[in-house]
């Protein structure tokens, strides 16, 4: 069985101030990691994706995320945000045997401040 | 840009009411979901379909719901008779990639399903 757990539900933060939105999962086997926004009245949206190779992954809107499997991480991080980035972000995880059938952390609801 | 569109957005039913929940996946994507997410919890899977039948399913997936390709088009989830613990935002994903892919789903924006 897998899990996701993301440790903060809400995170305030102030506009061009750098963020952290941390990630961690559990797995019996090696993993797929992603992480999802959802914008106010929007779907969801995939923002990242590691598979395998380098651990640092590179997502759209200037966000990037650090796979570490001594710490089962996957913390996403920008460095300055902006107010369009208010958002909530879904960390979730797959394995190869489960294919497309993602188990989700609970969500952390992004709040930036002008 | 192509997207998958959910409807309705939103819906209030009776208990023990039929409800059908509508997705029109991204048109050369092949495989399908529904995700749902009560509210304050997690974004759970429900069901994957391909080639006209399920794939796979959670414990959640109960005798009470149905998934159908009816056409080309559309992807519709059936809740038989709805209980109050159905009220949920239910999203429908599709993508190109199978069984094996890497999970990158194309999310609609979801229908709220309101059980009272």
Same mark, same amino acid.
């Given at each position: ?5 993301q440790l903060d539900?809400?995170v ?7 963020v952290e939105l941390r990630c961690?999962?559990?797995? $019996?086997?090696?993993?797929?990691? /992603?992480w999802? !926004?959802?914008?106010? #009245?929007? @779907?969801?949206? %995939? ?18 995320a ?9 913390h996403l991080r920008k460095?300055?945000?902006?107010? $369009?980035?208010?958002?909530?972000y /879904?960390c979730? !995880?797959?394995?190869? #045997?489960? @294919?497309?059938? %993602? ?5 952390t609801?992004l709040?930036?401040?002008? | ?116």
């Open positions: 069985a897998q899990s996701v757990t539900s809400q305030p933060v102030f506009e061009e101030a750098p961690n999962y559990s797995s $019996s086997v090696s993993v797929y990691l /992603f999802y !926004v959802q914008y106010p #009245n929007q @779907g969801l949206q %995939l923002l990242l994706k590691y598979l395998s190779g380098s651990t640092l992954v590179k997502g759209i809107n200037g966000f990037e650090e796979f570490n499997k001594s710490q089962t991480s996957f460095p300055s945000v902006h107010i $369009s980035d208010t958002a909530e /879904f979730a !995880v797959t394995n190869n #045997n489960a @294919g497309n059938m %993602l188990t989700f952390g609970g969500g609801r709040m930036v401040k002008p | 840009e192509p997207e998958v569109t959910q409807t309705p957005s939103h819906q209030v039913t009776q208990m023990g009411q039929e409800v059908i929940l509508r997705c029109v996946p991204i048109s050369n994507h092949l495989y399908f979901y529904w995700y749902r997410q009560i509210l304050g919890q997690k974004v759970e899977f429900l069901v994957s379909f391909y080639n006209n039948e399920i794939s796979e399913k959670s414990e959640i997936f109960d005798d009470q719901f149905s998934v159908e390709r009816p056409d080309g088009s559309n992807f519709t989830l059936k809740i038989r008779s709805t209980k109050l613990e159905d009220s949920a935002m239910y999203f429908c994903a599709s993508t190109a990639s199978g069984r094996r892919g890497t999970g990158e789903l194309f999310f609609g924006e979801g229908s709220r399903l309101t059980v009272l």
